[in-house]
């Protein structure tokens, strides 16, 4: 994860009698009449916690814990959070926190390791995908293809509006998919130009000059059966990863959009493609997850029992990936006289594979997964697994898997999402969902088992939790409603949590 960012699959990935429940709820609550008065949503707090309150709750886990205070000392009321993300690249490590104060929003960054506050600065709205920083600037932009660009590093005077420039980047960019960044470009899966756009942000935040691109160009081969991008693409300094709809995996220089490598997934893909320790991570409907290298070459496939979907976590050569089973459904027949059987899919399992990289000299380097069970010579098992029940792997460190088990549900009517929504209250698709429950459960990263019963915690009082994925940053980041946010870390040879 996202740099993975948190946010919580809904439905889709709950129990199917979960599932059921959710759906029984809503329409409940949809065909109630409600007081002309009544807010659906929970109001925002008035009041503070002590930070003890919190960091009691977090104290059995074997890591260090650092907090920071967006209220500060000196006021009684909260700053209320909305947002929280963390960034790791090669300019900072930064906690990003958009909050709800006094009728407008603010974004803070801090910095991951000291807890100092970088800058904060008004914003003109919140949006829907999640914050994309470059080596100059943080950019907000929403699935309308509207942005706002805030400079990243320059120190104006406290409080002073950091905005460079808002619009729509040239051509009228409408996102099909959430966008991706590095240092130097925003890259956007452009609807209405069937195109990754790299977008340069070099001088003034706008996504123009030399260095902007699209792929693929006009008179390009590929061009003829490129569609639409769907799923969010993947970025270093030097590749572009992404999708396509029709069932390739396309790689591209992250600086000029040049073609480097298209590779066959035969089917729909279901997972965000993933770059890690120069490969490049993808899942396919034909049951299988794959591992490239940037070249194009096949770094090696392991067969699935069920359809990879959701994000792949990998680190520290661990691999995990959430499962679909597919399964034959009685429905009725089109004229209602009978019944037929459709195939769908629900939640499988969630598998953990381990894989290894070995040195060849003055050759390429050979990657191999691990089998977790020999004795079945014709595939590759898994060295464990789990149900899934739509958790999700926010930290390996120590030999322990850090996964946070998280139950939503829809709670809304239309009419009350549309009113929320031209409220400024609802604007992410986790704003439109209620929590049931929030646990952190700490695995042996062996075995897949709970270590000790107390690393079972309940989570209910930090709706923001947001795993590092970074090899120099180890931690697991939580942020509360009443102006918290939180960091649980360990050390080790990477100096992890910042040393």
Same mark, same amino acid.
């Given at each position: 994860?996202?740099?993975?960012?948190?946010?919580?699959?809904?439905?889709?990935?709950?129990?199917?009698?979960?599932?059921?429940?959710?759906?029984? @709820?809503?329409?409940?609550?949809?065909?109630?009449?409600?007081?002309?008065?009544?807010? /659906?949503?929970?109001?925002?707090?008035?009041?503070?916690?002590?930070?003890?309150?919190?960091?009691?709750?977090?104290?059995?886990? /074997?890591?260090?814990?650092?907090?920071?205070?967006?209220?500060?000392?000196?006021?009684?009321?909260?700053?209320?959070?909305?947002?929280?993300?963390?960034?790791?690249?090669?300019?900072?490590?930064?906690?990003?926190?958009?909050?709800?104060?006094?009728?407008?929003?603010?974004?803070?960054?801090?910095?991951?390791?000291?807890?100092?506050?970088?800058?904060?600065?008004?914003?003109?709205? #919140? !949006?829907?995908?999640?914050?994309?920083?470059?080596?100059?600037?943080? @950019?907000?932009?929403?699935?309308?293809?509207?942005?706002?660009?805030?400079?990243? +590093?320059?120190?104006? #005077?406290?409080? *002073?509006?950091?905005?460079?420039?808002?619009?729509?980047?040239?051509?009228? @960019?409408?996102?099909?998919?959430?966008?991706?960044?590095?240092?130097?470009?925003?890259?956007? /899966?452009?609807?209405?130009?069937?195109?990754?756009?790299?977008?340069?942000?070099?001088?003034?935040?706008?996504?123009?000059?030399?260095?902007?691109?699209?792929?693929?160009?006009?008179?390009?081969?590929?061009?003829?059966?490129?569609?639409?991008?769907?799923?969010?693409?993947?970025?270093?300094?030097?590749?572009?990863?992404?999708?396509?709809?029709?069932?390739? +995996?396309?790689?591209?220089?992250?600086?000029?959009?040049?073609?480097?490598?298209?590779?066959?997934?035969?089917? %729909?893909?279901?997972?965000?493609?993933?770059?890690?320790?120069?490969?490049?991570?993808?899942?396919?409907?034909?049951?299988?997850?794959?591992?490239?290298?940037?070249?194009?070459?096949?770094?090696?496939?392991?067969?699935?029992?069920?359809?990879?979907?959701?994000?792949?976590?990998?680190?520290?050569?661990?691999?995990?990936?959430?499962?679909?089973?597919?399964?034959?459904?009685?429905?009725?027949?089109?004229?209602?006289?009978?019944?037929?059987?459709?195939?769908?899919?629900?939640?499988?399992?969630?598998?953990?594979?381990?894989?290894?990289?070995?040195?060849?000299?003055?050759?390429?380097?050979?990657?191999?997964?691990?089998?977790?069970?020999?004795?079945?010579?014709?595939?590759?098992?898994?060295?464990?697994?789990?149900?899934?029940?739509?958790?999700? @792997?926010?930290?390996? %460190?120590?030999?322990?898997?850090?996964?946070?088990?998280?139950?939503?549900? *829809?709670?809304?009517?239309?009419?009350?999402?549309?009113?929320?929504?031209?409220?400024?209250?609802?604007?992410?698709?986790?704003?439109?969902?209620?929590?049931?429950?929030?646990?952190?459960? !700490?695995?042996?990263?062996?075995?897949?088992? +709970?270590?000790?019963?107390?690393?079972?915690?309940?989570?209910?009082?930090? /709706?923001?939790?947001?795993?590092?994925?970074?090899?120099?940053?180890?931690?697991?980041? +939580?942020?509360?409603?009443?102006?918290?946010?939180?960091?649980?870390?360990?050390?080790?040879?990477?100096?992890?949590?910042?040393?």
């Amino acid at each position: 994860m996202k740099h993975r960012t948190f946010a919580k699959r809904a439905l889709t990935i709950l129990p199917p009698g979960f599932l059921a429940l959710s759906l029984i @709820v809503a329409g409940c609550v949809g065909s109630q009449r409600r007081p002309a008065d009544r807010n /659906p949503l929970a109001p925002d707090p008035t009041s503070r916690q002590a930070a003890a309150y919190y960091e009691t709750q977090l104290m059995e886990l /074997p890591l260090r814990v650092r907090s920071y205070d967006l209220s500060g000392n000196m006021r009684r009321d909260p700053v209320v959070i909305r947002d929280m993300h963390v960034i790791h690249d090669d300019v900072r490590d930064e906690i990003l926190v958009i909050d709800a104060d006094k009728g407008r929003n603010t974004l803070w960054s801090i910095d991951a390791y000291d807890f100092t506050l970088h800058w904060k600065t008004p914003i003109e709205k #919140r !949006v829907n995908f999640d914050p994309i920083a470059t080596r100059n600037y943080v @950019v907000l932009m929403n699935s309308d293809g509207e942005y706002q660009s805030y400079d990243r +590093l320059s120190n104006p #005077r406290v409080d *002073e509006a950091r905005l460079v420039s808002m619009g729509r980047y040239e051509g009228d @960019v409408f996102p099909s998919a959430p966008p991706a960044a590095n240092d130097s470009h925003v890259y956007v /899966p452009a609807t209405n130009s069937n195109a990754m756009r790299g977008l340069s942000m070099g001088e003034n935040g706008r996504g123009e000059g030399a260095d902007t691109w699209s792929f693929p160009r006009p008179g390009q081969s590929v061009q003829e059966r490129f569609l639409q991008i769907s799923m969010k693409p993947a970025a270093d300094g030097e590749t572009v990863a992404f999708v396509n709809n029709n069932y390739f +995996l396309y790689m591209v220089d992250a600086q000029t959009g040049e073609f480097r490598a298209e590779c066959a997934l035969d089917a %729909h893909s279901r997972t965000p493609p993933v770059i890690k320790d120069d490969l490049v991570f993808v899942g396919s409907d034909i049951g299988q997850l794959f591992a490239w290298q940037k070249s194009g070459e096949s770094a090696f496939v392991i067969t699935l029992e069920g359809l990879p979907y959701g994000n792949i976590f990998v680190e520290d050569r661990w691999i995990f990936v959430h499962t679909l089973e597919m399964y034959d459904e009685e429905v009725p027949t089109d004229d209602g006289k009978g019944t037929r059987l459709k195939t769908s899919t629900r939640p499988g399992e969630v598998l953990a594979f381990q894989y290894e990289l070995i040195d060849v000299p003055n050759d390429r380097p050979v990657f191999n997964v691990i089998d977790g069970d020999p004795s079945t010579a014709w595939k590759i098992d898994p060295m464990w697994s789990l149900p899934d029940v739509g958790q999700e @792997v926010l930290m390996v %460190h120590d030999n322990r898997v850090y996964v946070l088990y998280e139950e939503n549900e *829809e709670f809304l009517s239309v009419r009350e999402k549309a009113q929320l929504r031209s409220e400024g209250r609802i604007v992410t698709k986790r704003d439109e969902l209620r929590t049931v429950s929030r646990q952190l459960r !700490v695995l042996d990263i062996k075995t897949g088992n +709970l270590l000790r019963p107390e690393w079972d915690l309940n989570l209910a009082d930090f /709706p923001f939790v947001a795993g590092s994925m970074h090899e120099r940053d180890r931690a697991i980041y +939580l942020g509360t409603k009443d102006g918290y946010v939180f960091k649980v870390f360990g050390s080790n040879k990477r100096a992890a949590g910042g040393g």
